[in-house]
C-alpha cells in the first residue's frame, strides 16, 4: 500500500473514530453531570450513540449516576481505532493489555480536550454572550462548572476577576504534557496513536 494511500487512511479513521469517541465520552459527562437531557443536542449524540450503547448497558449497567456501559463503549471504539490502524500500518493483532492501556491513554486524553475547549468556550461566552441559552452552551457550562465549583471554592473571584480558569488550566496543561505522557510511556504506547482531540 502507497504511502499516500496509508496517510490518507489513517487520517479517515482517526477522525471519523475521535468523532464518535467524543459523542460516547460527552454522552458520559452529560449523564454524570445531570445535564438537560432534552436539549436538542444532548438528544442528537443520544440518537448517535444508542444503537451501540443501549445493548452494551444490558450486560454493562450503571452505578450511583456513573454511565460505565458509555466508558466500556468508549474503550471498545478506542480499541478497535488503534487495532484498525495497526492493520493499515502492515502489523498484527495488538496484545489485549497493551491495547487495554492504549486506549486508556487515548480516552484520557479525549477527557482532557473536551475540557480544554470546554473551558475555553465558557470563558469566551462570558464575555460576548454571559446570558446565552444557545443550546450547545448550555450544554458546555453543565458540564463544565461541575469541575471549576471545587476550585472557585478554594481560589474565590478578586472582585469581578475569576482566578479559577488559570488554575484548570494549569492543571490540564500538567494533565496533558506530564501526566498522560507518563501513563503514555509506562503502557509503551506508540507516539501519535490515541484519538485525541
Known amino acids: 500500500m502507497s504511502s499516500a494511500l ?10 471519523i473514530g475521535s468523532l464518535y469517541l467524543l459523542l460516547v465520552l460527552l454522552r458520559f459527562l452529560f449523564q454524570l453531570v445531570r445535564a438537560d437531557f432534552y436539549n436538542p443536542i444532548s438528544q442528537t449524540i443520544a440518537k448517535a450513540t444508542n444503537p451501540l450503547l443501549m445493548p452494551l448497558r444490558k450486560v454493562v449497567p450503571g452505578y ?5 456501559a458509555s466508558l466500556v463503549l468508549a474503550l471498545l471504539v478506542q480499541a478497535l481505532i488503534i487495532q484498525i490502524l495497526f492493520f493499515i500500518a502492515g502489523h498484527g493483532f495488538v496484545g489485549v493489555l497493551s491495547l487495554l492501556g492504549w486506549s486508556l491513554v487515548g ?4 477527557f482532557a480536550s473536551i475540557y480544554f475547549w470546554g473551558l475555553i468556550i465558557v470563558i469566551v461566552a462570558s464575555w460576548i454572550a454571559p446570558f446565552s441559552q444557545n ?3 448550555v450544554l458546555v457550562r453543565q458540564v463544565i462548572e461541575p469541575a471549576m465549583a471545587p476550585l472557585r471554592k478554594i481560589i474565590p473571584p478578586l472582585g ?3 482566578l479559577s480558569p488559570i488554575v484548570a488550566f494549569m492543571i490540564l496543561h500538567v494533565v496533558n504534557n506530564y501526566l498522560i505522557p507518563a501513563i503514555a510511556v509506562a503502557v509503551r504506547m506508540p507516539l501519535g496513536l490515541a484519538s485525541g482531540l
Open 160 to 162: 469581578v476577576i475569576d
Open 64 to 68: 450511583r449516576g456513573i454511565d460505565f
Open 135 to 137: 443550546p450547545a452552551l
Open 6 to 15: 496509508t496517510e490518507s487512511l489513517f487520517y479517515i479513521i482517526r477522525t
Open 107 to 110: 480516552i484520557l486524553k479525549t
